[in-house]
């Protein structure tokens, strides 16, 4: 199956920095990257995603580059904000039986310094 | 509107009991997902519905874990036989259906089994 690697575990920065969290996945047949958000104790909210057609996105601050070849997708947030703090998941999702299937990677906690 | 809701919001069991685990969906989303996300990792793909059928239960990790969708809206996650590995939150989402779509987690049943 799957196997996502996703790092750094844990990225501390200070307000305004950039921050960028890297991820990698075995199965060539993965053909979509959602990123998603999670705060302390809250749900996991989609964030941004890329399609293997796709070899970068960009919305706002947050930007996603993906290398198919590598089998390697990266996120990048530009201008941190306190605000971003959160847990941030990378997938890497198969199509089956009608839908794209995730597996997800263990997590960056992404801490922002005022 | 609604999101998707899970009830009970918290679960505390003993070894060896049943536990059901209820999912609400966003009203009108076909597909509807169950992960589970212990602490410190990313959500664990568990089963996939599309209407009232499971399109893909490859998650699933034994026979103690089964989930019904009768009507094609709410959803059941049942755990037979509980063992302490079974703590995790089990978070439930739904999309619109297909390939394209957006998933929508709800806030997840924290499971504690004694």
């Known amino acids: 199956g799957e196997n996502v690697e996703q790092h750094p575990s844990t990225l501390s920065v200070q307000e305004g920095d950039s921050a960028v969290i890297k991820c990698t996945y075995s199965?060539?047949?993965?053909?979509?990257f959602p990123w998603y958000k999670q705060e302390l104790g809250k749900r996991p909210q989609l964030i941004i995603d890329?399609?293997?057609?796709?070899g970068e996105k960009k919305d706002q601050r947050i930007a996603v580059t993906l290398n198919k070849t590598a089998k390697h997708f990266s996120l990048h947030i530009t201008e941190t904000q306190p605000e971003d703090s959160a847990v941030y998941f990378c997938?890497?999702?198969?199509?089956?039986?009608?839908?794209?299937?995730?597996?997800f990677g263990r997590g960056t906690s992404l801490i922002v310094h005022p | 509107g609604a999101g998707v809701s899970q009830t009970p919001s918290n679960k505390v069991t003993e070894k060896g009991k049943y536990v059901e685990l209820r999912c609400d969906p966003i009203?009108?989303?076909?597909?509807l997902y169950w992960y589970r996300q212990s602490l410190g990792q990313g959500p664990e793909f568990l089963i996939y519905?599309?209407?009232?059928?499971?399109?893909?239960d490859s998650g699933l990790p034994n026979d103690r874990f089964f989930a019904v969708r009768p009507e094609g809206s709410v959803s059941t996650l049942k755990i037979q036989r509980t063992e302490r590995g079974d703590s995790a939150v089990y978070l439930c989402?739904?999309?619109?259906?297909?390939?394209?779509?957006?998933?929508?987690f709800g806030p997840g049943t924290r499971l504690t089994v004694l």
């Open positions: 989402a739904s999309s619109l259906g297909g390939r394209e779509d957006t998933q929508y």
């Open positions: 199965d060539s047949a993965s053909n979509y």
């Open positions: 890329i399609r293997s057609n796709v």
């Open positions: 997938a890497a999702s198969i199509l089956s039986g009608g839908s794209y299937i995730p597996t």
């Open positions: 009203s009108g989303h076909t597909a």
């Open positions: 519905f599309q209407g009232t059928g499971a399109a893909d």
